[in-house]
T-cell receptor, first 112, second 112 residues
Framework: ETGVTQTPRHLVMGMTNKKSLKCEQH?????MYWYKQSAKKPLELMFV???????ENNSVPSRFSPECPNSSHLFLHLHTLQPEDSALYLC???????????FGPGTRLLVL | RKEVEQDPGPFNVPEGATVAFNCTYS??????FFWYRQDCRKEPKLLMS???SGNEDGRFTAQLNRASQYISLLIRDSKLSDSATYLC?????????????FGKGTMLLVSP
């Protein structure tokens, strides 16, 4: 399935690096999301965008900075991360905020 | 307070068995309900939506009980490939906006 794609699939970065995660959806959806999933932990919602406007920010540290330039693309800019930020970062999209969400394959991030 | 509760399991069942999971939710105004499955180190994938009248998709049957605020998933004739974590998902209306809340998941292990 290629409805929601994410790049890169794997990323190793040092604590002083700056990197960006990219998500693209080809489903014509209006809402996009970033989630974090640490090992053997449940999904944690980070950010919600609806019609390119950020509508939710769940107390995420400022070292994570989202960007939604249009309804098909979502970025997560990373800087000065900590080792505890190592996790699987999942992007999802949905028709609206009560509809089913479709996930990308995720970016597996390791912070050294 | 957002709350979607599931028994984490694991549920260990032999091939061919029937297994059922329940999930309770706290917000009586919730309108959308879903079951997702997540394989180890992969993204969650939509299994099925849950409708008020109950619905079936092959070996899978989902039920909604609004009065008691729980949803269920029944899997008949379990296959080895059904081994996964099953996530209960409910929309949470909140002060003019809504998004989906994911439960922590129930792990199913199907053995030969």
């Amino acid at each position: 399935e290629t409805g929601v794609t994410q790049t890169p699939r794997h990323l190793v970065m040092g604590m002083t690096n700056k990197k960006s995660l990219k998500c693209e959806q080809h489903l014509g959806h209006n809402a996009m999301y970033w989630y974090k999933q640490s090992a053997k932990k449940p999904l944690e919602l980070m950010f919600v965008y609806s019609l390119e406007e950020r509508v939710e920010n769940n107390s995420v540290p400022s070292r994570f900075s989202p960007e939604c330039p249009n309804s098909s693309h979502l970025f997560l800019h990373l800087h000065t991360l900590q080792p505890e930020d190592s996790a699987l970062y999942l992007c999802a999209s949905s028709r609206d905020r009560v509809a089913a969400q479709y996930f990308g394959p995720g970016t597996r991030l390791l912070v050294l | 307070r957002k709350e979607v509760e599931q028994d984490p399991g694991p549920f260990n069942v032999p091939e061919g068995a029937t297994v059922a999971f329940n999930c309770t939710y706290s917000n009586s105004a919730s309108q959308s309900f879903f079951w997702y499955r997540q394989d180890c180190r992969k993204e969650p994938k939509l299994l099925m939506s849950v409708y008020s009248s109950g619905n079936e998709d092959g070996r899978f049957t989902a039920q909604l009980n609004r009065a008691s605020q729980y949803i269920s998933l029944l899997i008949r004739d379990s296959k080895l490939s059904d081994s996964a974590t099953y996530l209960c998902v409910v929309n949470e209306p909140n002060s003019g906006y809504s998004t989906l809340t994911f439960g922590k998941g129930t792990m199913l292990l199907v053995s030969p």
